[in-house]
């Protein structure tokens, strides 16, 4: 039965920021260099020398590797495969936080997704997609707060669903930002037609992120009830999906998962620190031949009874009622943008008074010790009025049309699902 084993890992790979990062890299480096991977997907590899020291290691096992960049700090994300890559593509996400986000950094790093499509000697045609979703809003309180995750969560579907109706197997991996039962994961399984290979795999919780067992978790009791209860949280995941209608295609194969766990939660042999701030994650996919050219064997039954029914799933859409709380949250991150828009640009007005009255005050300034303060304030009040005007004017745009086209696309696929499917539970 041919195999192909994939795996994630959000390295953290920030420079000057993540700590005992050069150690870390070296390690996982040499973990996937005695792995018996097939595809790899990275995320935070910001630094180039850290890819490729990562891409000197892997590549007599992972000849075929792409570096994905976007943004002013580049999108952090890495392919690297067994199999020959025939194209790739990168898609950056219309929205990524705020300018003056400075501690974020998601606005100047362009988060992404990136996608490399390599040809399986089976398979043929297999798209494999990276990301890393906008991390700002957590998991608690209103969803307007999750508004760019939740566009990231609809563009990522809207390309995952494409490479599916060019007839193309898709694994999709990353670090979505988000629980298993949220809604922009509900946006991206249910658009998408994608299925979790853990969820596929496994009957319990897997925890990626916030976890006892790293060493770089805030040792002090968490108060995040989720964290509480599962003693940390899933946010790294691998998709997957068949090409779409595989019922035109019954003797085309069949990408099924076989196993999924949690990887590198021990610490770096000889180091007292993890990996990295996440757990990586590790699927097994194995292909099913169509039965009329094979036959069924005892083997192949067992394997495979898990996800039977994820082959006969011919259609997958969001439900109304997600789409409605996806329209809903959208909605009322156009409000608060809006109002804040208007605080800047009033703020903006009254650093142009400042600076007019500064100008005319400093005429004739009788104490020379004043100049110099008198300086300073004017750069401080210039800096602020310019930062106010792009905020307020250039970003507040951008940020609002992004959202209202986002609206639109969502109330015309509402308005579609109106007639074709009926109306289910998140």
Same mark, same amino acid.
């Given at each position: 039965?041919?195999?192909?084993?994939?795996?994630?890992?959000?390295?953290?790979?920030?420079?000057?920021?993540?700590?005992?990062?050069?150690?870390?890299?070296?390690?996982?480096?040499?973990?996937?260099?005695?792995?018996?991977?097939?595809?790899?997907?990275? #995320?935070?590899?910001?630094?180039?020398?850290?890819?490729?020291?990562?891409?000197?290691?892997?590549?007599?096992?992972?000849?075929?590797?792409?570096?994905?960049?976007?943004?002013?700090?580049?999108?952090?994300?890495?392919?690297?495969?067994?199999?020959?890559?025939?194209?790739?593509?990168?898609?950056?996400?219309?929205?990524?936080?705020?300018?003056?986000?400075?501690?974020?950094?998601?606005?100047?790093?362009?988060?992404?997704?990136?996608?490399?499509?390599?040809?399986?000697?089976?398979?043929?045609?297999? #798209?494999?997609?990276?990301?890393?979703?906008?991390?700002?809003?957590?998991?608690?309180?209103?969803?307007?707060?999750?508004?760019?995750?939740?566009?990231?969560?609809?563009?990522?579907?809207?390309?995952?669903?494409?490479?599916?109706?060019?007839?193309?197997?898709?694994?999709?991996?990353?670090?979505?930002?988000?629980?298993?039962?949220?809604?922009?994961?509900?946006?991206?399984?249910?658009?998408?037609?994608?299925?979790?290979?853990?969820?596929?795999?496994?009957?319990?919780?897997?925890?990626?992120?916030?976890?006892?067992?790293?060493?770089?978790?805030?040792?002090?009791?968490?108060?995040?009830?989720?964290?509480?209860?599962?003693?940390?949280?899933?946010?790294?995941?691998?998709?997957?999906?068949?090409?779409?209608?595989?019922?035109?295609?019954?003797?085309?194969?069949?990408?099924?998962?076989?196993?999924?766990?949690?990887?590198?939660?021990?610490?770096?042999?000889?180091?007292?620190?993890?990996?990295?701030?996440?757990?990586?994650?590790?699927?097994?996919?194995?292909?099913?031949?169509?039965?009329?050219?094979?036959?069924?064997?005892?083997?192949?039954?067992?394997?495979?009874?898990?996800?039977?029914?994820?082959?006969?799933?011919?259609?997958?859409?969001?439900?109304?009622?997600?789409?409605?709380?996806?329209?809903?949250?959208?909605?009322?991150?156009?409000?608060?943008?809006?109002?804040?828009?208007?605080?800047?640009?009033?703020?903006?007005?009254?650093?142009?008074?400042?600076?007019?009255?500064?100008?005319?005050?400093?005429?004739?300034?009788?104490?020379?010790?004043?100049?110099?303060?008198?300086?300073?304030?004017?750069?401080?009040?210039?800096?602020?009025?310019?930062?106010?005007?792009?905020?307020?004017?250039?970003?507040?745009?951008?940020?609002?049309?992004?959202?209202?086209?986002?609206?639109?696309?969502?109330?015309?696929?509402? #308005?579609?699902?109106?007639?074709?499917?009926?109306?289910?539970?998140?």
């Amino acid at each position: 039965m041919d195999v192909i084993q994939v795996a994630t890992l959000n390295c953290w790979g920030l420079k000057y920021v993540s700590k005992n990062r050069r150690e870390r890299i070296a390690a996982i480096a040499d973990a996937f260099s005695n792995s018996d991977h097939d595809i790899v997907a990275l #995320q935070e590899l910001w630094v180039e020398t850290d890819y490729n020291t990562i891409q000197g290691a892997v590549s007599h096992r992972l000849p075929y590797s792409k570096r994905f960049l976007s943004g002013a700090l580049g999108a952090g994300l890495a392919i690297f495969t067994k199999w020959p890559i025939i194209s790739t593509s990168v898609t950056p996400y219309s929205l990524n936080g705020e300018p003056m986000d400075v501690a974020g950094g998601d606005w100047f790093v362009g988060k992404a997704v990136g996608s490399v499509t390599i040809m399986h000697p089976i398979l043929g045609r297999v #798209q494999v997609f990276d990301t890393h979703l906008y991390a700002k809003g957590g998991e608690s309180g209103p969803e307007y707060k999750r508004a760019h995750r939740l566009v990231n969560a609809w563009e990522f579907a809207k390309v995952v669903r494409q490479a599916a109706e060019l007839g193309n197997y898709v694994i999709a991996m990353g670090d979505f930002n988000s629980i298993p039962n949220s809604l922009p994961m509900h946006v991206i399984l249910g658009h998408a037609g994608l299925f979790d290979a853990w969820m596929v795999c496994n009957n319990h919780y897997g925890v990626t992120a916030d976890s006892p067992l790293n060493s770089y978790r805030n040792p002090n009791p968490s108060l995040d009830p989720l964290v509480r209860q599962y003693h940390g949280k899933r946010l790294d995941y691998i998709l997957f999906r068949q090409p779409s209608h595989p019922s035109d295609n019954a003797g085309i194969p069949k990408l099924e998962c076989q196993d999924s766990k949690v990887i590198f939660t021990t610490l770096i042999p000889g180091n007292d620190c993890s990996f990295s701030d996440h757990f990586g994650v590790e699927a097994t996919f194995v292909i099913g031949m169509p039965e009329a050219v094979n036959g069924p064997t005892p083997e192949t039954t067992n394997v495979l009874k898990s996800t039977a029914s994820i082959w006969a799933r011919e259609t997958s859409e969001m439900s109304t009622t997600t789409v409605s709380a996806v329209l809903g949250a959208l909605q009322v991150a156009y409000r608060v943008s809006l109002g804040r828009s208007r605080r800047e640009l009033v703020t903006f007005a009254l650093c142009i008074l400042a600076l007019l009255i500064l100008m005319v005050g400093s005429v004739g300034l009788p104490v020379s010790w004043a100049n110099p303060i008198l300086v300073l304030f004017t750069i401080a009040i210039t800096w602020l009025t310019t930062t106010m005007l792009y905020e307020g004017f250039l970003f507040g745009n951008w940020e609002r049309r992004a959202l209202r086209s986002t609206i639109e696309e969502l109330e015309l696929h509402k #308005q579609s699902l109106a007639g074709k499917y009926p109306r289910e539970g998140l």
